[in-house]
């Protein structure tokens, strides 16, 4: 089978042309929202010369941001009264 998932390589992002499979590159990009870009693509393939817009949108979390654990880890702390607060502390400074 036909492998049709393209791995980015730093810093350029493997685009195809849908109309002769050739490479197309990125000519500009128009951000929507956070999770939605739409990029402007040129194919380059002289003999084609499509040009074509593609939907780069957030698929899903892998490996959540530490912002987001340390938020997550404070709740949880909050949860606790005062004084074990106090102590679990004490021991993580201890260690
Ligand atoms: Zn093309």
Not at 15 to 39: F, G, H, M, Y
Not at 68 to 85: C, F, H, V
């Amino acid at each position: 089978m036909e492998d049709r998932v393209h791995r980015a390589r730093s810093p350029d992002m493997l685009i195809t042309c849908i109309k002769c499979e050739s490479r197309a590159v990125i000519t500009s990009s128009n951000r929507i929202d956070p999770k939605l870009t739409q990029l402007y693509c040129a194919c380059k393939n002289k003999d084609c010369g499509h040009t074509f817009v593609c939907d780069l949108s957030f698929c899903h979390t892998i490996s959540p941001p530490k912002s987001d654990q340390y938020t997550a880890l404070k709740g949880l702390i909050m949860t606790l009264p005062e004084k074990d607060r106090l102590t679990l502390l004490e021991s993580v400074k201890n260690h």
